[in-house]
């Protein structure tokens, strides 16, 4: 949200979307000592050159933004956060309840600060506009879909599941279609199509080994 602030919002369409999945596979060799296999390495790049090619033409119209690069780095740091995030709820293998539970509770908690620094703006906001937020962000952005992504990453692991995160500037523009009429450029539709394939090929195939134990190293001198 704050880097929506500084740079355009399709930025984070190639800079958060497609830096998720690379820092999960980055994430996930360094900590468990296996590459990921090659279908994920091949998916995740289809992923991020699909992206640039989903954005591209809005990039470079918006090139020239000042300070554009505060928000690209926020972009990049939520990124970073994010794939960590899913990284470590594979690891710890707890239940989407029970790390959703203390978060809501922790944020609610800062509900009054937030209230009272926002209230004048949001008098003069209609009670119907607040509602819609509330409902939309409190319970399907902030609850729902975390649980939801959580169960992914206890079927598929944090590495998968960050390769569906592209697929939200996707369908940001599969409904401007249906719903607003607004039909995407063949550029546009080129990268779509290199996203949706670079998931289908990256949900695939297993992890390579790339540090041995000293144990698998003494068993191989013996034998």
């Known amino acids: 949200m704050g880097g929506v602030t500084f740079a355009p919002a399709i930025h984070s369409a190639v800079v958060f979307s497609g830096l998720s999945p690379v820092v999960a596979v980055l994430l996930a060799a360094l900590t468990s000592g296996r590459m990921p296999g090659r279908s994920k390495i091949w998916g995740t790049a289809f992923v991020v050159v699909g992206l640039v090619l989903f954005a591209s033409n809005a990039i470079v119209s918006t090139a020239t933004v000042p300070g554009s690069w505060r928000g690209d780095a926020l972009f990049a740091l939520a990124a970073v956060v994010f794939a960590l995030f899913g990284m470590l ?82 369908a940001t523009a599969v409904f401007a279609a249906l719903v607003l009429g607004e039909f995407p450029m063949p550029l546009e539709a080129a990268g779509m199509c290199l996203v949706i394939v670079g998931i289908a090929v990256g949900v695939g195939g297993g992890a390579i080994p790339f540090r041995r134990s000293r144990v698998e190293l003494d068993d191989g001198l013996l034998k």
């Open 89 to 170: 709820l594979g690891r710890w293998k707890i239940g989407p309840l029970e790390y959703l539970t203390p978060v809501c509770v922790l944020s609610m908690l800062s509900l009054p600060v937030w209230a009272l620094g926002g209230l004048p703006r949001l008098s003069s906001v209609g009670v119907g506009a607040i509602a819609l937020q509330a409902a939309y962000q409190g319970a399907l952005v902030s609850i729902a879909s975390m649980i939801l992504f959580a169960k992914a990453i206890s079927f598929v692991g944090p590495v998968r599941s960050a390769l569906f995160v592209p697929l939200a500037p996707l």
